[in-house]
């Protein structure tokens, strides 16, 4: 059984910082490409960052510069570390893996506010 389990979520204030993990098991995740998604209520699911298989990353314009994606294939993790946090950033943040399958983490609310 493939499971993707999110974790790091939180409470923060503006400008604070973040780290989502996405731990997965049942797939080795150094063969998928993995991302972050965010969605807000009434809102589509949007990208937030990926990483390739070979490490490369694309990033939505809205967290360019702010958040970091990576991955540590040993531990089967992927990360999300997300500075200079702003209130338009709050929302439940899910974990992606894709190959010719694709599956979904079950979500972390992220909470920025004073």
């Known amino acids: 059984q493939v499971q993707l389990v999110e974790s790091g979520g939180g409470l923060v204030q503006p400008g604070g910082s973040l780290r989502l993990s996405c731990a997965a098991s049942g797939i080795m995740l150094s063969t998928y490409a993995m991302g972050w998604y965010r969605q807000v209520p009434g809102k589509q699911r949007e990208l937030v960052a990926l990483?390739?298989?070979?490490?490369?990353?694309v990033y939505a314009d809205s967290v360019k510069g702010r958040f970091t994606i990576s991955r540590d294939n040993a531990k089967n993790t992927v990360y999300l570390q997300m500075n200079s946090l702003k209130p338009e950033d709050t929302a439940v943040y899910y974990c992606?893996?894709?190959?010719?399958?694709?599956?979904w983490g079950q979500g972390t609310q992220v909470t920025v506010s004073s």
């Open positions: 992606n893996a894709r190959n010719y399958l694709t599956y």
């Open positions: 990483i390739g298989t070979g490490g490369n990353t």
